[in-house]
């Protein structure tokens, strides 16, 4: 009977081995997590997150893919979506794009998956909300600031911003810092993006906004709407400012870097960059200005998603619960000078390990407007940069501006 016992073990045995089970019983969940590549600080802090997981789950095995075009990259993924192809488990989502991907269904609803969301700033959990549900929960956070150059700033006389700055002095100071440098180049007073989300904040600071507060309709064609563009277009128009390619540069950080630009509206993105690319520049940080309707910044943040079409969505969850619970915020803050933890008390230690210096960016998070779009808004989005920077060239008055994005908007809206 013994004898017997042994051989029908040794048989499950040897069939095991052929058939491969008892090697898939063992072998790790393989998971992707893909995003990009912000700079080789924050990748290396996100890999070491990573690492940490696995050596807590040894049974989940995670790859983090980078792209160049991230939102592309997983359009084509979404798209060859199929039984033996599927989009990877995990993957950054960005504010703008929220909405798109969670009305086509392709994100699974975070619901009772998300471990301590009281922990997460609420304006936060907010911009990843969806017709009610809850779909990802943010990993981190920038906010716009106002970068400026110290040593241009005592060269010409003008005090530095403060808290307390309004358009007046912006444009002030901007006119003031205006100059040619040595090599005979422009150097203008502030550099100035010809895309939406950075004239924004000038919208929300006259007061206005946008999209309705449900994002059903547009209003972006208001009289505070026209007051902030014609500000911003009007130091394009007389020279105070200009978009980064007028200087030379491929976007707002380079500008300031090479001090083509005594200041920049930026998020704390720019720190790594600024700090690594430019060693020697002597340069601070201030609150953007007030407008007519108050104080006034964008919110940029990225979310966790997984992928709805997705055979391990527990190891997924696992997974977005580590990076975006207490110890992932905490590597976040901890490493690197790039985006802020999602949550509270890491938001604290961000501050802490790198100090007062950088508080305004922290301090705008008071004041700040997340940048999302309604589904199906890139075409809006587009259609502003592009007759923004027509303004900037003359061909196209601040109302034709508007004018053209309302009703870009409205045809949106009507399909």
């Known amino acids: 009977m013994r004898h017997t016992r042994v051989i ?19 072998d790790p969940v393989e998971i992707t997590l893909q995003g990009w590549s912000s700079n080789p600080t924050e990748d290396a802090a996100l890999q070491a997150a990573v690492d940490a997981f696995m050596e807590a789950n040894p049974n989940i095995d995670v790859t983090i893919q980078y792209s160049p075009d991230h939102a592309t990259t997983m359009q084509a993924a979404f798209a060859a979506t199929s039984d033996n192809v599927k989009p990877p488990e995990v993957f950054f989502v960005n504010s703008d794009k929220f909405s798109d991907w969670a009305s086509a269904g392709v994100l699974a609803p975070a619901e009772e998956n998300i471990e301590d969301v009281e922990g997460i700033f609420p304006s936060l959990l907010n911009v990843f909300t969806y017709q009610g549900t809850l779909y990802c929960p943010p990993k981190d956070f920038s906010t716009l600031a106002l970068l400026y150059n110290r040593d241009l700033f005592d060269a010409a006389g003008v005090e530095y911003p403060t808290a307390d700055w309004t358009w007046d002095d912006l444009r002030a100071a901007s006119e003031a810092l205006t100059t040619t440098n040595d090599a005979g180049e422009q150097v203008v007073g502030v550099v100035l993006p010809a895309e939406l989300p950075r004239w924004l904040p000038f919208l929300y600071q006259a007061g206005g906004a946008p999209f309705s507060e449900d994002m059903s309709a547009t209003t972006i064609n208001s009289p505070e709407a026209q007051e902030a563009l014609d500000f911003y277009v009007n130091l394009r128009l007389d020279g105070f400012g200009a978009e980064p390619s007028a200087v030379d540069s491929g976007w707002g ?20 960059f600024l700090n690594e690319t430019y060693p020697d520049l002597n340069w601070g940080i201030a609150e953007l200005p007030a407008g007519s309707g108050g ?3 964008m919110a940029f943040t990225v979310c966790l998603g997984v992928a709805a079409d997705n ?3 527990e190891e997924s969850w696992a997974l977005v619960n580590w990076l975006t619970g207490p110890e992932g915020a905490m590597t976040v803050a901890e490493e690197g000078f790039g985006p802020m933890p999602a949550r509270m008390d890491a938001a604290e230690r961000w501050i802490e390990v790198r100090g007062e210096d950088y508080q305004p960016f922290v301090a705008g998070a008071e004041n700040a407007f997340p940048w999302v779009l309604p589904p199906g808004f890139q075409e809006f989005a587009d ?3 592009s007759s923004i920077q027509q303004a900037f060239d003359g061909q196209l008055f601040p109302e034709d501006v508007l004018t053209s994005s309302e009703e870009v908007a409205n045809e949106i809206y009507a399909r």
């Open 383 to 385: 259609n502003f940069n």
């Open 295 to 297: 104080e006034g910044t």
């Open 253 to 272: 950080g380079e500008a300031f870097g090479n001090q083509r630009a005594a200041m920049a509206l930026e998020g704390n993105w720019a720190i790594s």
């Open 311 to 313: 055979d391990h969505l």
């Open 8 to 26: 029908v073990w040794v048989l499950v045995v040897m069939l095991a081995l052929v058939t491969g089970s008892f090697a898939t019983a063992q």
